[in-house]
């Protein structure tokens, strides 16, 4: 059982890691695209939000039943909180890119900057939650 919720955990990482990535990738696309080309390719934007989201909630989901199950709370290293702080700044990430992906589609070109500039950012922090992850359980 425990080997399937953490096959499950890196189910949900994968999706969340497909979303961080591809989504840029859309908009990328999308920028370059002549205009009339534009919102078939934004079309991708919402089913990719949609796996990102189920992988974060899946994500949290299974790591707090391991962690309840597994006893972690008490005694878990300094690395384990960071995750957790930095997988908060990711959710908060998620939203503020969520938000300014909105506005950037309605033909915001300053939110359009602070998209790229806040996945750049969510990237990092999902790389370092990796980091914090391999730390605190191996
Ligand atoms: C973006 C979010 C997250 C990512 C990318 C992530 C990634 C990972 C990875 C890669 C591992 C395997 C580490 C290893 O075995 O070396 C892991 C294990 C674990 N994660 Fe997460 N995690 C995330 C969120 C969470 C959250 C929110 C919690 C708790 C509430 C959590 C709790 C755990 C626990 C307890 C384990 C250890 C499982 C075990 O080996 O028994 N994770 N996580």
Not at 64 to 74: N, Y
Not at 85 to 111: M, S, Y
Request: charged residues 15%.
């Amino acid at each position: 059982m425990e080997d399937l919720i953490l096959a499950i955990h890196f189910a949900g990482l994968a999706m969340g890691g497909a979303a961080g990535m591809g989504l840029p990738v859309v908009g990328f696309a999308a920028e370059k695209a002549p205009p009339e080309h534009r919102p078939s390719i934004g079309a991708a934007v919402k089913p990719l939000q949609m796996i990102g989201k189920a992988g974060m909630g899946l994500l949290i989901l299974t790591g707090a039943i391991m962690a309840t199950a597994g006893g972690v709370w008490g005694e878990a290293s300094v690395w384990y909180w960071i995750k957790l702080v930095l997988v908060a700044c990711l959710i908060g990430g998620i939203i503020t890119a969520d938000k300014a992906g909105a506005k950037a589609r309605a033909g915001d070109a300053a939110a359009g900057a602070k998209v790229k500039m806040v996945s750049k950012i969510n990237l990092t922090l999902l790389a370092a939650i990796l980091l914090c992850a391999a730390l605190a359980f191996n």
